[in-house]
T-cell receptor, first 114, second 112 residues
Framework: GAGVSQSPSNKVTEKGKDVELRCDPI?????LYWYRQSLGQGLEFLIY????????KSGLPSDRFSAERTGGSVSTLTIQRTQQEDSAVYLC????????????FGPGTRLTVT | GENVEQHPSTLSVQEGDSAVIKCTYS??????FPWYKQELGKRPQLIID?????GEKKDQRIAVTLNKTAKHFSLHITETQPEDSAVYFC???????????FGTGTRLQVFP
């Protein structure tokens, strides 16, 4: 079946502009995560959605970052007033339920802020 | 909160040798420990996992061991092959949350 998809695959933007990154999780998966991965680095947790619960936003690095998940499916990560240090690959993952289930990652969006 | 430390950060081995990557965690109530492999330019994928009621699990050339008393778990790869070259991430799920906490990753290089 279809896996997790993300769009766009690449995004180049000028410093100060806003960007929106989209994630389409696997159908029926209740949990959705956003991670940031800088070049050669680990997986930095950003935000976690689980069903209808309030999202865990504890990983968002600043108030320029926000995310929403509409209808328990598609999620959008928005970065306002982008900075050069925001350049990274943004990965989305979905999970059947929380906790002890496999996370399925999308291909990521490579964001470059010039 | 849970903290997961992973060592070494880089590991180079000769083809055919074994590789071992170790992780420690801080929350004794954590109950699920997966390992993800990320090949260059690709997305992370689950390769093996273990739950807190099991001490060891094996899948062909890959095995994971868990020591709950010492709060550490390890990934063992035997008879390494060049295609094992990748970054490996360990993770832990604390009992009272649904969220995976990832280690910082180990870059494994297998030389032919």
């Amino acid at each position: 079946g279809a896996g997790v998809s993300q769009s766009p695959s690449n995004k180049v933007t000028e410093k100060g502009k806003d960007v929106e990154l989209r994630c389409d999780p696997i159908s029926g998966h209740t949990a959705l995560y956003w991670y940031r991965q800088s070049l050669g680095q680990g997986l930095e947790f950003l935000i976690y959605f689980q069903g209808n619960s309030a999202p865990d936003k504890s990983g968002l690095p600043s108030d320029r970052f926000s995310a929403e998940r509409t209808g328990g499916s598609v999620s959008t990560l928005t970065i306002q007033r982008t900075q050069q240090e925001d350049s990274a690959v943004y990965l989305c993952a979905s999970q059947m339920a929380g906790g002890t289930y496999e996370q399925y990652f999308g291909p990521g969006t490579r964001l470059t802020v010039t | 909160g849970e903290n997961v430390e992973q060592h070494p950060s880089t590991l180079s081995v000769q083809e055919g040798d074994s590789a071992v990557i170790k992780c420690t965690y801080s929350d004794s109530a954590s109950n699920y420990f997966p390992w993800y492999k990320q090949e260059l330019g690709k997305r992370p994928q689950l390769i093996i996992d273990i739950r807190s009621n099991v001490g060891e699990k094996k899948d062909q050339r890959i095995a994971v061991t868990l020591n709950k008393t010492a709060k550490h778990f390890s990934l063992h790869i035997t008879e390494t092959q060049p295609e094992d070259s990748a970054v490996y991430f360990c993770a832990a799920t604390p009992y009272n949350t649904d969220k995976l906490i990832f280690g910082t990753g180990t870059r494994l290089q297998v030389f032919p």
